[in-house]
């Protein structure tokens, strides 16, 4: 999930405590349609968060807390909110994370070294089963030491030490007249 859908999200949770809490408190028709038309997807980005959205009632048995949510609903208006700001929390947690992710620049080498399953999964094929493979690991392997083999040269040039290789000079010099056409 994105940043966008993360911050959306919340905000649509709260509108929706925030128009329920209104409604318990007034009884308005209009907000009665908007409520019952919101609850669906509310109760789906609840269930996501992994938030529980059924409630064992020793009266009424197990029942859904955002069915029938204008309809006497069995849930208490505390309930209703509890559940909707325990996933706002796990939202907001979770869109704490990607930020931190994507400043990281190892989750970016990571993603970029997974570009060629991106392709596959993009084209079709089962991307997951093939990067569990052994030969996708090997290559991961390999690409990941080639990261971090030119991420130290990176940082070592730009710290001034001199990164040339033995041999570097005299390959330059076979491949400069090649290089020059």
């Known amino acids: 999930?994105?940043?966008?859908?993360?911050?959306?999200?919340?905000s649509e949770l709260k509108a929706f405590s925030k128009l329920y809490n209104e409604y318990e408190s007034t009884n308005n028709a209009e907000l009665r349609n908007s409520v019952?038309?919101?609850?669906?997807?509310?109760s789906a980005y609840i269930e996501d968060a992994g938030v529980g959205t059924y409630l064992n009632d020793a009266?009424?048995?197990?029942?859904?807390?955002?069915e029938n949510i204008v309809n006497g609903n069995l849930a208490s208006k505390e309930l209703v909110d509890d559940r909707v700001y325990s996933a706002v929390g796990v939202y907001e947690y979770r869109y704490a994370q990607l930020k931190r992710k994507l400043i990281n620049p190892l989750f970016w080498a990571g993603e970029i070294i997974r570009i060629p399953f991106h392709i596959m999964k993009f084209a079709g094929f089962n991307a997951e089963k093939i990067e569990l493979s052994t030969i996708s690991k090997i290559y991961k392997f390999i690409a990941g030491l080639i990261f971090v083999i030119a991420a130290v040269?990176?940082?070592l040039s730009l710290s001034g030490v001199d990164t040339k290789f033995v041999g570097q000079s005299e390959a330059i010099e076979i491949l400069q007249p090649h290089l020059q056409q």
């Open 59 to 66: 009266n009424n048995g197990s029942y859904h807390i955002f």
């Open 36 to 42: 019952s038309s919101m609850s669906r997807k509310i």
């Open 1 to 10: 999930m994105h940043l966008t859908e993360y911050h959306l999200r919340i």
């Open 153 to 155: 040269f990176q940082i």
